[in-house]
Nanobody, 121 residues
Framework: QVQLVESGGGLVQPGGSLRLSCAASGSIFKIYGMGWYRQAPGEQRELVASITSGGSTNYADSVKGRFTISRDNAEKMVYLQMNSLKPEDTAAYYC???????????????WGQGTLVTVSS
């Protein structure tokens, strides 16, 4: 069994920072592409940031300059550093990744369970 588990969410004041972590567990050889998504109440899930296995990154316009996605391939971890948080960043954050089990077994589009980020005074 393989899975992704997010952590690091919580309550933070506007202008504050949080770092989210996503840990891959199970017999996983490596992680290919990885993305952080978020879903606010009543809204559709949206892509926040993505990173390739080679380290190339992309960000939603709403978070550019404030969020940074990174990864530790050896530890099979992906992070989302969130700075200058705004109330509109409030959402459940999910990681998504393509997980390589063997050279012939790949689980694409695996979702974590989510971690809640609340930005409020």
């Amino acid at each position: 069994q393989v899975q992704l588990v997010e952590s690091g969410g919580g309550l933070v004041q506007p202008g504050g920072s949080l770092r989210l972590s996503c840990a891959a567990s199970g017999s996983i050889f490596k992680i290919y592409g990885m993305g952080w998504y978020r879903q606010a109440p009543g809204e559709q899930r949206e892509l926040v940031a993505s990173i390739t296995s080679g380290g190339s990154t992309n960000y939603a316009d709403s978070v550019k300059g404030r969020f940074t996605i990174s990864r530790d391939n050896a530890e099979k971890m992906v992070y989302l550093q969130m700075n200058s948080l705004k109330p509109e960043d409030t959402a459940a954050y999910y990681c998504n990744a393509d997980l390589v089990i063997t050279s012939t077994e790949i689980y694409r589009g695996v979702w974590g369970q989510g971690t809640l980020v609340t930005v409020s005074s």
